[in-house]
């Protein structure tokens, strides 16, 4: 069985090695064991119909437990505690349109048995489209969370990430919305479309502390258009640590059901069905971890205290919205949508939204946030707003097409 493996090993290394010229050759092997240290050995494989590989690697084996800090980390199979105030929601959008419940499309092949956990598998691809191994599954920097205080809107512009939020200031212990799918075109290969919620932790400096959760299509990072469901999280704004999905250690995932990185189906459609999704990401009082269930009541895992500084006492904002990058890489405005790829005033079934929008607060309750401001670096391209009704509580629209006469 080991040799067998490393002739396995052996084959797959002389056709990474055999993409890159002689001088290359240590980066074939760099890619091996980055490939290794990924994928982890797997009970049982699932083949999705969009090509993706699901994995279902025990739950003690996941990648996480490769984190220093980690090393003799007990998994915790559940939270200690879940928000108070936590109600059931009926998958109704409006009084006119239902909302659909969404899956991934994985499902339609098979599942994972009791006490694994689903792991996409990096492909050897995957990581050639990276500018570089190390970047692999990483955002880049710090533009990558809108930053609504500062005052040099030139040099936010000039980084290329577009974004459209809502946002509330203060001392959180979780956040929760309903956020509907879409599936927004991408100009280039090395933009993405993004939509989460971003809970972050100190001043926006080099030592930002951020876990993020949402959907996205980022043909560089899966290679393809899909829309997927992801999270993130850094601990040193985007510097040297953390990543999306499992795709570093950090994360502990215990559900058997969620594939991070998977794509999700069906989309909601322009005018049509509605399809979303919901996230809450909460701090357990208990163990200090930071929890995230999906849907009503599927709590997928935990990110351990011990991964971050500020987030280790609470989040000091939270915010809703889309991420796009636009590289103007034709010296106009990208054509990357954000959200639906229409703006905020079409209002349901059109544009994008974030509704039942909640922060869970010092005494571990779920509330409904009372001043929530909006930002984002230039309205004609991507926009937002925010309301307040009976069924939707508080609730944001967002987003647009990128380049448009308004937006050249
Ligand atoms: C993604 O969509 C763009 C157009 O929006 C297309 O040019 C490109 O080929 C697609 N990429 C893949 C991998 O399907």
């Known amino acids: 069985m080991v040799l067998f493996s490393r002739f396995v090993v052996v084959l797959f290394l002389v056709t990474v090695v055999s993409r890159f010229s002689l001088a290359n050759a240590r980066n074939g ?34 990648a996480a437990f490769d984190h220093p800090s980690l090393k003799d980390h007990k998994v915790q199979m559940r939270p200690s505690y879940h928000p108070e105030g936590m ?79 809502a946002y509330v200031q203060g001392e959180f212990y979780g956040a929760k919305a309903t956020m509907n799918v879409w599936d927004p075109q991408i100009q280039q290969p090395n933009e993405f479309s993004l939509s989460q919620i971003w ?63 998977a794509s999700i189906s069906p989309i909601s459609k322009y005018h049509a069905s509605q399809y979303d999704i919901s996230i809450l990401v909460w701090k357990d009082p208990e163990q200090g971890n930071w929890w995230m269930q999906f849907g009503n009541g599927k709590v997928l895992g935990y990110w351990p205290a011990s991964l971050f500084s500020y ?35 079409e209002g349901f079934g059109k544009a994008s939204y974030f509704r039942n929008v909640q922060v869970v607060d010092g005494s571990n309750s779920l509330k409904t946030p009372k001043d929530i401001d909006t930002f984002t670096e230039q309205p004609n391209c991507y926009d937002v707003q925010t309301g307040k009704n009976g069924d939707w509580g508080s609730y944001i629209f967002y987003g647009g097409p990128g380049r448009n006469p308004n937006c050249p």
């Open 29 to 62: 092997f760099e890619v091996v064991e980055h490939l290794n240290r990924l994928n982890k050995p797997s009970l049982k494989s699932i083949k999705s119909p969009d090509g993706d590989i699901i994995d279902c690697v025990h739950i003690s084996h996941q």
């Open 87 to 165: 109600k059931y929601e009926s998958m109704k959008g409006s009084s006119e349109n239902e909302v659909q419940i969404m899956t991934q499309l994985w499902h339609s092949k098979g599942s994972c048995p009791k006490g694994t956990i689903p792991v996409r598998r990096t492909k050897q691809e995957d990581i050639m489209r990276a500018s570089a191994i190390k970047n692999y599954g990483k955002k880049n920097s710090l533009s990558s969370v809108a930053q609504p205080n500062s005052i040099d809107l030139d040099l936010i512009n000039q980084n290329g990430h577009q974004h459209a939020i």
């Open 199 to 261: 809970l972050l932790g100190g001043s926006f400096a080099s030592d930002l502390n951020s876990i993020e959760a949402g959907w996205q299509v980022s043909p560089d990072l899966y290679g393809d258009n899909n829309t997927r469901f992801f999270t993130y999280w850094t601990s040193d704004a985007y510097q040297a640590t953390g990543c999306y999905n499992l795709l570093c250690s950090g994360f502990i995932q215990i559900n058997n059901e969620i594939a991070l990185g």
């Open 311 to 345: 987030l280790t006492e609470s989040a000091s904002m939270i915010q809703w919205g889309g991420e796009v990058v636009n590289s103007a890489s034709d010296g106009q405005h990208t054509t990357t949508q954000m959200g639906s790829g229409h703006f905020p005033e």
